[in-house]
């Protein structure tokens, strides 16, 4: 039983560059959502997916897509990265809403 | 939106000393969850509170949730070098789950 699982751990990208972060878990969640933590912050929500096919804005969701592929995984995708997109993203599950929450392990992106 | 504040941001406290952030809300919780994240780490579910007025226990930590449940603590006694960390108060008003800026604790040995 892994949990919650992130790839890649780490990527460095240069401006302009895409690339999509995945996350899986095997909990049979209904709830995936992905964070950003910049050094020293707190966990900034970026976009969330309540139950399978539906995906809703979080706080600072520009710069960002997500896909709910099926109820296991749920990635977020950087279509063209910049500099402020450096961060560790973390992607969470939960069973159902006023559960607690299960990270991943954190992906952590420099832009350069 | 829904706020969620903490303070201090950070504490240095010397081993054994005890140590306490506080969690604001801008509106009221149907529950508030804490977690710590160690350095380089991910955050880890400590525990969940949800009636008004709550206190719960988990060994050294000592839980609060406020009456208005806009409001937590989270206590720990005489401080040890594994509490080194970040500690995050979480709420959810039924839509969002919302961190706060979490509070940095080191601990000097």
């Known amino acids: 039983n892994a949990g919650v699982t992130q790839t890649p751990k780490f990527q460095v990208l240069k401006t302009g560059q895409s690339m999509t972060l995945q996350c899986a878990q095997d909990?049979?969640?209904?709830?995936m959502y992905w964070y950003r933590q910049d050094p020293g912050m707190g966990l900034r929500l970026i976009y969330y997916?309540?139950?399978?096919?539906?995906?809703d804005k979080g706080e600072v969701p520009n710069g960002y897509n997500v896909s709910r592929l099926n109820k296991r995984e749920f990635s977020l995708r950087l279509e063209s990265a910049a500099p402020s997109q450096t961060s560790v993203y973390f992607c969470?599950?939960?069973?159902?809403?006023?559960?607690?929450?299960?990270f991943g392990q954190g992906t952590r992106l420099t832009v350069v | 939106g829904q706020q969620v504040m903490q303070i201090p941001q950070y504490q240095h406290v010397q081993e054994g000393e005890d140590f306490t952030t506080y969690c604001n809300s801008s509106?009221?919780?149907?529950?508030i969850q804490w977690y710590k994240q160690r350095p380089g780490g991910h955050p880890v579910f400590l525990i969940q509170?949800?009636?008004?007025?709550e206190v719960k226990k988990q060994k050294r930590l000592t839980f609060q949730f406020g009456e208005a449940k806009k409001n937590s603590s989270l206590h720990i006694t005489a401080t040890q070098t594994t509490d080194v960390g970040t500690y995050f108060c979480?709420?959810?008003?039924?839509?969002?789950?919302?961190f706060g800026p979490g509070t940095r604790l080191s601990v000097l040995p």
């Open positions: 969470a599950s939960f069973e159902r809403k006023n559960t607690e929450a299960f």
């Open positions: 909990m049979n969640h209904n709830s």
């Open positions: 997916s309540a139950s399978e096919g539906t995906t």
């Open positions: 509106t009221t919780l149907s529950n």
């Open positions: 509170l949800v009636k008004s007025g």
């Open positions: 979480a709420g959810t008003n039924g839509q969002n789950f919302v």
